[in-house]
């Protein structure tokens, strides 16, 4: 997959994410796992998140976006680069 299809990817999820996050009040500090631009699921650590990401997705694309009303940037995470 070429970096602009990763980016894509990411792009993707994070529009979606914004979509729903008016709905997520119930998962308010929660890690959303995002593939092809649906939540996959909520987990209580980023750690979870990226740990389940890894184990069910063989290809590594995925992203992770903290559930909340405030700009948060995880770092390296947020900007989701690809490495193999």
């Not at 631009?37 to 694309?61: C, H, R």
């Not at 995925?62 to 700009?71: A, G, W």
């Amino acid at each position: 997959m070429s970096k602009a299809s990763l980016q894509a990817e990411v792009d993707k999820n994070f529009e979606a994410f914004q979509k729903e996050l008016p709905k997520l009040s119930a998962h308010q500090g929660k890690y959303a796992l995002m593939r092809h631009g649906k939540i996959v699921n909520f987990y209580d650590t980023l750690a979870d998140a990226v740990s389940t990401g890894d184990a069910i997705y063989e290809d590594k694309i995925f992203s992770v976006q903290l559930v909340t009303n405030q700009p948060v940037d995880l770092g390296f995470l947020s900007h989701a680069v690809y490495s193999r």
